[in-house]
């Protein structure tokens, strides 16, 4: 079994103990070279392409696209064409597939059982008390020659067995003209009977049912998964202390397409529902990690307003003198936080609810808006480096966040965050702490207001900064003493690009 290559889902960053398949790229029966591309998982941050580790044929694909996948557990079996059937199911039930991953409901991606070789033909096997039971049409597809020579796939020929039918008698439309699923239920339709689908992926309520009494869950979440007939084993555990919240049943609900009770009581207003999906890996991550933040972090706001012609003329300079420069204001407001973070040394810490931990570089994360949520990659040591370094790190951060392609490591940890809205016209705004960060700076639209200058009233480009703080480890003094620093920073440019 030294040809038979396995491909485990890998863990991209310390926080990563699941991905959800987003998309795959190959079939069963596929001929691919190392390096080709096999699927895409989405994690709570990015989706990243999963890809071949060596050449081969894909022989088993073990996962359905929005399947949760935890860490390690095998995704994709690859190996030589001449890799038997129970060469590879010997691997899978001997050393990596000690928990069984839900059946998919596609027949291309199904693993087959540990059974008879698929070789073995239908007369060697009697037929099913359901295929025995049938008319006379089901009896013509049990008629025929030897059909282990028929090309099928796994889960094709194993249902082939179980109802008795003689894959001769079935007209083959799969890849490289084998016979599949889909093929069966068109024979069996034709005779007045379907095939049985009892390890079907959007219906987990029914596989063979497994004990979930020792799983760890709040009493509404047990009782709404009784009611809507869902396996604790088949939930996440993003409650306190690991347990299922009644949101991880929802969610598993909303996976294998059940109404909820919810659902139900809204059944009238239907019509007026544009969309109904449930949310992405990231957004759920997105929802936990805020709604925790919110809960448990005593947030408190301090606000500034700030006038920013000289910073604006700055801007306009480098502009003008470098040719490759975009700087923009956000970029000077980077720059000026860190340098008052290096000032005000108290605002730049983490807290694990234990512990608060003092940094001496100013990581700065800069939220990004994308089309699932909200992603914060990472400045590193920007007290360190010039405007134009910052302006030209954070456009390639934010490309690449876009397309998905960060790393880790490029959007994990921060001691600070920053998050603008101010190019969409917001005045001001409350944003929530990104724990374990104690501190987030909420920046709303510059624009012309009314100020007054040694007792005469005159007009300035001014924007309000919002300063949240866990006041479990920042107080009001010291928020003040930030936002004073990062003010006189902003209003007085040439103090931070000295």
Request: aromatic content about 2%.
């Amino acid at each position: 079994m030294s040809g038979i290559s396995t491909v485990t889902m890998p863990k991209w960053g310390m926080e990563m103990v699941e991905g959800e398949i987003a998309e795959w790229h190959v079939s069963e029966g596929d001929t691919i070279a190392e390096g080709d591309d096999l699927l895409d998982v989405e994690t709570s941050k990015i989706v990243n392409t999963v890809t071949a580790p060596a050449g081969g044929v894909v022989k088993r694909l073990l996962s359905a696209v929005g399947e949760l996948v935890p860490v390690g557990q095998v995704l994709v079996v690859i190996a030589a064409a001449e890799t038997s059937d129970d060469e590879i199911e010997k691997l899978l039930a001997g050393s990596v597939r000690k928990a069984a991953p839900a059946e998919m409901a596609d027949e291309s991606a199904t693993p087959e059982p540990q059974s008879a070789p698929a070789t073995a033909s239908a007369s060697e096997k009697p037929a099913s008390p359901a295929a025995s039971s049938a008319g006379e049409n089901t009896t013509a597809l049990s008629a025929g020659p030897d059909d282990s020579a028929v090309a099928a796939t796994p889960v094709a020929r194993r249902v082939a067995r179980e109802q008795g039918i003689n894959l001769h008698q079935v007209v083959a439309s799969g890849r490289h003209g084998r016979v599949t699923l889909g093929d069966l239920e068109a024979a069996l339709q034709s005779s007045g009977r379907s095939v049985p689908r009892p390890y079907s992926a959007a219906r987990p309520e029914l596989r063979p049912a497994r004990d979930d009494s020792a799983v760890a869950a709040t009493p509404v979440a047990r009782r709404l998964a009784r009611e809507l007939g869902i396996n604790l084993h088949d939930c996440r555990s993003s409650g306190r202390h690991g347990r299922v919240s009644k949101a991880d049943v929802e969610a598993a609900a909303s996976r294998a397409s059940i109404k909820t009770t919810a659902a139900k009581s809204t059944a009238a207003c239907a019509s007026s529902v544009a969309e109904s999906r449930p949310l992405s890996g990231m957004r759920r991550t997105i929802a936990t990690r805020l709604q925790t933040s919110k809960r448990e972090a005593p947030h408190f706001r301090v606000q500034v307003d700030v006038e920013v012609d000289a910073l604006l003329a700055v801007r306009k300079q480098l502009n003008q003198q470098y040719s490759e420069a975009k700087v923009s204001l956000n970029d000077l407001l980077v720059k000026a936080s860190a340098c008052a973070l290096a000032a005000v040394p108290g605002v730049n810490v983490q807290f694990d609810g234990d512990t608060v931990q003092h940094y001496a570089d100013a990581d700065i994360a800069v939220a990004v808006a994308l089309d699932e949520g909200l992603i914060t990659p990472i400045v590193r040591a920007a007290n360190h480096k010039g405007v134009l370094a910052i302006s030209n790190e954070i456009r390639d951060l934010a490309t690449r966040a876009k397309v998905g392609s960060l790393q880790p490591e490029e959007f994990q940890g921060g001691t600070f965050s920053i998050s603008n809205l101010g190019m969409f016209g917001v005045d001001r705004f409350d944003a929530i702490i990104n724990s374990p960060q104690g501190a987030i700076l909420a920046v709303g639209a510059a624009g012309e207001r009314p100020v007054v200058r040694h007792g005469e009233l005159t007009v300035a480009t001014v924007m309000t900064l919002t300063l949240s703080c866990d006041h479990r480890i920042i107080d009001g003094a010291l928020a003040a003493r930030f936002l004073a620093a990062l003010r006189a920073f902003l209003e007085t440019p040439a103090t931070m690009l000295a």
